[in-house]
Nanobody, 115 residues
Framework: QVQLVESGGGLVQAGGSLRLSCAAS????????MGWFRQTPGKEREFLAA????????RYADSVKGRFTISRDNARNMGYLQMNSLKPEDTATYYC????????WGQGTQVTVSS
């Protein structure tokens, strides 16, 4: 099964930016729509953004639309999430996975936005 490793999280002030990366262990990653999700303790995992396998179409949750941008590099088995205008409520652990019918989840990367 494909293994996913997220990175790029950290501590940032409100209004700042971060770029998250997602490394997939196999080339089959490029065969699927990819998504980014986030989760805070005690809450269900939340869908944020998805990009089709060819990268030509994207969709976003209303909570991040206009602030976050999803992209991918299939040649490198990589996915990305550019996050701008971060807010304290964006604080969460962020995960990448298939947009639908997810594989096993990785460890995620922690994003903390201070006010």
């Amino acid at each position: 099964q494909v293994q996913l490793v997220e990175s790029g999280g950290g501590l940032v002030q409100a209004g700042g930016s971060l770029r998250l990366s997602c490394a997939a262990s196999e080339r089959t990653f490029s065969n699927y729509a990819m998504g980014w999700f986030r989760q805070t303790p005690g809450k269900e995992r939340e869908f944020l953004a998805a990009i089709i396998r060819g990268g030509g179409s994207t969709r976003y949750a209303d909570s991040v639309k206009g602030r976050f941008t999803i992209s991918r590099d299939n040649a490198r088995n990589m996915g990305y999430l550019q996050m701008n205008s971060l807010k304290p409520e964006d604080t969460a652990t962020y995960y990448c996975n298939r947009a639908y019918s997810q594989w096993s989840w990785g460890q995620g990367t922690q994003v903390t936005v201070s006010s």
